[in-house]
């Protein structure tokens, strides 16, 4: 779509940005400003915005959401963006209407997907990987959308249903093991992609958490209660809350919203915080309640290093400095430090691939401009001269790397360059 995104304002954009951190990151920022807007958004006929996530022809409710924070800080110098991103929710309350379960959607009842043979015979989906992540990001987009605007009618007519579904089907998972009928088995020899149990997946107990199949990698969990997905969870039920007081007047809403985040926290408190023998007291990334842990962090957003890019802690709070320091460490699995970089990866991609969104999470968290500087450069420099953000490149040879287009790696980029010149995304909650 041309035209929304007016070039005088990419150019001056564009211009402060190469300032701070050279021609390169400006040409660059440029590029993926304007390629998200122009090949990503498809305007339905009912006003619904389809965004396909990049080299794959599917909307995921997490990355479309992820690829239009950033031009929630222009929308004062292209209100026409205001249309197309309340488009995108409408789109993402419908799909949610249609299957909260499911991850990635189709343009229409096309019948295309990921693996054949795992969806049933629904045509609007490509993907059925259940993931609490992605009932979550419409509604923080939503809300911030919201705050940029002020403005209240933006939603759509599926915002409130959607949402009363997502606080009902959260509260469901608490007890996955005797209420959920969610399954996923996909015909394949690699455990990441279905789950154990004729897809009920691996045991867990009650612990006030809700449960998830799948990590934000689209990776199965190892243990069904992931933790940063669950304090995300949570302050979208704090949204959700507001938004049935204050838009829907629903009282029954916000106080089954609320009731929620509140078990949601406690759950994690109580199990999903432990004790490691270095860093103190941390969160754990999964845990079943029955005992296993796992100690990492994922490159995927919402990860324990980008919780509080999400609003769901504070980045002076002890326990996330704690946490940051381990997943940020080899004690965390999937940090890799090579030649050309040292970040985190994700077993989704190869051994010793570390992800740009992950390195601008770091940055972003880290609220230091010369790191911002320095990791905006490292990215570009990292690129293999193709002027696009990879989803992942090995840390000792950028030549290898993974995703051709990338546009939630893109935005993320966008989202750090926008940084330096004082525009913040998270500086929304506050408005």
Partial sequence: ???????????????????????????????????????????????????????????????????????????????????????????????????????????????????????????????????????????????????????????????????????????????????SPYRFVRPTDLRSETLDRDGLGTPVARTGMTWSGFRPSDDACEFGYNVPANLFAARALDHVATFAAEVFADPALARDAAALAAELRAGVAEHGVVEHPVHGRVWAYEVDGLGGRLLADDANTPSLLSLPLLGACAADDPLYRATRALVLSEENPWFHRGTAAAGIGSPHTPDRYVWPISLAVQALTGGDPDEAVATLRLIADTDDGTLHVHEGFHVDDPSRWTREWFSWADATFCELALSLLGMRVLDLDAA
């Avoid at 015979?121 to 605007?149: C, G, I, M, N, Q």
Wanted: net charge negative; charged share 25%; hydrophobic share 40%.
């Fill in 1 to 179: 779509m041309t035209g929304l995104l007016p070039d005088p304002l990419v150019e001056d954009l564009a211009v402060r940005v190469a300032q701070r951190a050279g021609e390169r990151v400006g040409r660059l920022f440029a590029r993926a400003l304007r390629e998200t807007v122009e090949r990503t958004p498809t305007v339905r006929p009912d006003g619904s915005v389809f965004v396909v996530t990049g080299d794959i022809p599917a909307m995921w409710l997490r990355d479309s959401t992820a690829q239009w924070q950033p031009y929630l800080l222009l929308l004062d110098r292209a209100p026409a963006l205001t249309g197309v991103i309340a488009g995108v929710l409408r789109a993402q309350f419908a799909a949610v209407r249609h299957d909260p379960y499911a991850n990635a959607f189709n343009d229409g009842p096309t019948g295309a997907c990921h693996e054949p043979g795992d969806l049933g015979d629904d045509p609007w989906l490509w993907e059925r990987k259940y993931e609490v992540d992605s009932l979550a990001f419409p509604v923080l987009l939503a809300h911030r959308l919201r705050r940029a605007t002020g403005r209240d009618d933006l939603l759509g007519a599926d915002a409130h249903p959607a949402m009363r579904r997502v606080v009902d089907l959260w509260r469901l998972e608490q007890d996955h093991e005797e209420r």
